[in-house]
């Protein structure tokens, strides 16, 4: 548990800590700078302490989020990322590239109302854990928890490149992003090579859609609804 007092925890401060299983981070913290946890290979539980009870989010509080923050803990399982105090604009994470890449066993993501844009290659290969005790092989390995859920908001405008890039979803998830009235870009590869993707449901707005590059590329995606 860090203390409640800290407000900035600085580039690289506990990266590559292999043994580092739980971190509560304060309600008060206000920067997270680049690769602060990156490569802690048995971080499983990271969230906050309201009161008694534990939640698996970052801090509200957060002013400054960096790059690559949380990549690579293969262990996460669960991280909410909540609306920031002061983040009228719902940006904050726009230039935090890469804030869950790698984190392959993350199956629980919700991402809440307010937020509007979600960074690149923020989740990319999550859910892709396997479970090769049978097969002894990856590629026809289960996937352990079947795969990863992604709660969107109603608020999201912009989904940035690679963000979900290469995430095992459940089996045959549909994307509803129907009741997001403000969505208005789907960058590059924002779902390229997404596994168990088999619809989009969009909104039916008057602003036009921006698709980037290759966004939903080497998908099953069969069918697409407005």
């Not at 580039?11 to 580092?20: I, P, Q, V, W």
């Not at 739980?22 to 969230?47: K, M, Q, R, W």
């Not at 698996?56 to 105090?85: C, M, R, W, Y």
């Given at each position: 548990t860090l203390f409640r007092?800290?407000?900035k925890i600085g580039k690289e401060a506990f990266s590559g800590c292999k043994?580092?299983?739980t971190i509560y981070l304060p309600n008060g913290l206000e920067e997270l700078h680049e690769h602060a946890f990156v490569n802690c290979d048995s971080l499983n539980v990271l969230g906050i302490m309201d009161g008694d009870t534990f939640?698996?989010?970052l801090p509200s509080s957060l002013k400054l989020v960096g790059q690559q923050v949380f990549a690579n803990d293969v262990k996460l399982v669960e991280i909410t990322i909540p609306a920031f105090d002061g983040d009228t604009d719902g940006d904050l994470l726009k230039s935090s590239t890469g804030l869950f890449y790698g984190c392959t066993g993350l199956v629980n993501i919700t991402i809440s109302e307010g937020i509007s844009v979600i960074p690149d290659s923020a989740f990319t290969l999550a859910g892709t854990v396997y479970d090769e005790s049978e097969t002894g092989d990856e590629e026809n390995g289960t996937a352990i928890g079947g795969g990863a859920t992604v709660y969107f908001?109603?608020?999201?405008?912009r989904i940035m490149a690679k963000a979900f890039?290469?995430?095992r979803f459940l089996p045959n998830t549909t994307l509803d992003f129907s009741q997001m009235k403000s969505l208005a870009n789907i960058d590059s590869e924002a779902f390229m090579g997404a596994h168990n993707l088999?619809?989009?449901l969009l909104p039916d707005v008057t602003n036009t859609i921006s698709f980037g590059n290759y966004a939903f590329a080497q998908t099953y995606i069969n069918r697409?609804?407005?």
């Amino acid at each position: 548990t860090l203390f409640r007092s800290i407000k900035k925890i600085g580039k690289e401060a506990f990266s590559g800590c292999k043994n580092l299983k739980t971190i509560y981070l304060p309600n008060g913290l206000e920067e997270l700078h680049e690769h602060a946890f990156v490569n802690c290979d048995s971080l499983n539980v990271l969230g906050i302490m309201d009161g008694d009870t534990f939640k698996a989010e970052l801090p509200s509080s957060l002013k400054l989020v960096g790059q690559q923050v949380f990549a690579n803990d293969v262990k996460l399982v669960e991280i909410t990322i909540p609306a920031f105090d002061g983040d009228t604009d719902g940006d904050l994470l726009k230039s935090s590239t890469g804030l869950f890449y790698g984190c392959t066993g993350l199956v629980n993501i919700t991402i809440s109302e307010g937020i509007s844009v979600i960074p690149d290659s923020a989740f990319t290969l999550a859910g892709t854990v396997y479970d090769e005790s049978e097969t002894g092989d990856e590629e026809n390995g289960t996937a352990i928890g079947g795969g990863a859920t992604v709660y969107f908001p109603k608020s999201l405008s912009r989904i940035m490149a690679k963000a979900f890039s290469k995430v095992r979803f459940l089996p045959n998830t549909t994307l509803d992003f129907s009741q997001m009235k403000s969505l208005a870009n789907i960058d590059s590869e924002a779902f390229m090579g997404a596994h168990n993707l088999t619809r989009v449901l969009l909104p039916d707005v008057t602003n036009t859609i921006s698709f980037g590059n290759y966004a939903f590329a080497q998908t099953y995606i069969n069918r697409m609804y407005v």
